[in-house]
């Protein structure tokens, strides 16, 4: 070959990819959506996110956490998504979350910027107190109860955690957005199949939302929990209301959402946009019961 003149070869002894092929690989690059299949993955995962990357900024990471059960994600400085190179000045950072990612930590010399993600639940016993003076203190009791032992087995069976109960209802936590979905529709349902023939059901109104609180001794605070705790009160009873970002997490997934509109909610500056989750099986539902 002439000198000052070279070729280059792709891994397999190809030649470059032409222009076209470029921009139609980078366009699929940017256009996957692949939130659907997250759920499937069950195999501990460490997603490494870049904090300057302008192409795929970090909340792309932390989508992808939010979504894998058993994920962990890192923002590191620096713009590369591709493995850095000995001029990256962060490439130590790389080396020692994947180091300590395969030996359980035991060899990690830094960490930075780990998101704390949960996904938030709220429920509340609509008329709590009008139910307890219907029913009397006892009856009143054992039905607030039933409640609580539905709730709180509906939580531990999808992978939350109960943070706190607040009396007529509770707070959760949980690692995916779909767990607590699938909570919240166990509990409506065996709620409604419990007590829907007593003298007076119990009817609960959930609000679900996820984002990034503070933990502080055994419990969360922050925006995120206020917005979770608001979304449940713009509830009523029977229902279950999300928020936007909840909708995102589970896109893809087989659940049945209405839009709710926009709603202004207290102590919030500006309106969110609310979806309805059905759990009630077809004939169950407002309009088709016979």
């Known amino acids: 070959m002439p000198a000052g003149r070279s070729k280059r070869f792709s891994p397999g002894g190809r030649e470059s990819a ?9 366009e699929m690059l940017y256009t996957w959506d692949i939130r659907s299949e997250l759920g499937r993955i069950t195999a501990p995962t460490l997603i490494i ?25 890192v923002i590191i400085d620096g713009f590369a998504h591709l493995p850095p190179d000995p001029g990256d000045p962060h490439t130590i950072d ?15 010399v830094a960490v930075q910027d780990k998101p704390n993600i949960h996904t938030i639940l709220f429920t509340d016993v609509e008329g709590s107190t009008d139910l307890i003076e219907r029913l009397g203190d006892e009856a009143g009791r054992q039905a607030m109860r039933e409640h609580d032992d539905i709730s709180q087995t509906s939580v531990t069976m999808h992978g939350g955690t109960v943070i706190k109960t607040t009396g007529d209802g509770l707070m959760a936590t949980f690692p995916s957005a779909s767990g607590a979905i699938d909570a919240s529709i166990h509990m409506q349902q065996q709620l409604h199949e419990r007590t829907t023939l007593a003298e007076a059901p119990i009817r609960i109104r959930v609000g679900i939302h996820a984002g990034e609180p503070i933990e502080e001794e055994a419990d969360l605070h922050g925006t995120s929990v206020i917005r979770a705790s608001r979304i449940m009160a713009a509830a009523q009873g029977d229902q279950i209301l999300i928020s936007s970002v909840v909708k995102e997490l589970v896109a893809g997934r087989d659940y049945e959402l209405t839009s709710q509109g926009m709603h202004p909610l207290k102590g919030i500056t500006e309106p969110i946009q609310l979806f309805e989750v059905e759990w009630r099986t077809k004939s169950e539902q407002p309009g088709n019961r016979t």
Do not use: C, K, W, Y
Not at 18 to 26: G, P
Not at 94 to 108: P, S, Y
């Open 18 to 26: 032409s222009a076209e092929v470029a921009a139609s690989t980078m």
């Open 49 to 73: 996110h870049r904090r300057d990357n302008r192409a795929f900024p970090p909340e792309n990471g932390r989508t992808l956490a939010a979504g894998i059960n058993n994920s962990r994600a």
């Open 94 to 108: 790389v080396i020692n979350e994947i180091l300590g990612f395969i030996t359980d930590g035991t060899q990690v």
